[in-house]
């Protein structure tokens, strides 16, 4: 399946669903984050658009946010689908044009 395709599929409703909760919780700094990184999903056209928004999902963990249990579940989700793209990103060999 087509990278790009499978970013908006998998991980766009998680991330969809991670922004309300945050929302929810008052974490308005995570979830400008989060925002952020979702609509540079959406508007990827191809694998080296969609790299930089699934290497900042990938780390995360790394930006020090304290999540509550119920978005921390909610990452981890994300980041497991976010691994599945960056194996399959490395396993590619991407020619631009």
Do not use: Y
């Not at 609509?39 to 290497?55: C, G, L, M, T, Y």
């Amino acid at each position: 399946m087509h990278t790009v395709t499978l970013a908006r599929n998998e991980i766009s409703p998680l991330l969809d669903r991670l922004i309300l909760q945050l929302e929810a919780e008052g974490r308005l700094t995570q979830r400008a984050h989060f925002c952020r990184i979702q609509q540079r999903i959406e508007v990827a056209h191809n694998e080296w658009d969609i790299k930089s928004p699934i290497i900042d999902l990938s780390s995360a963990s790394a930006m020090g946010f304290n999540f509550s249990s119920t978005a921390d579940a909610l990452v981890s989700s994300i980041l497991d689908k976010t691994q599945v793209l960056v194996d399959g990103l490395a396993g590619e060999s991407l020619t631009r044009h």
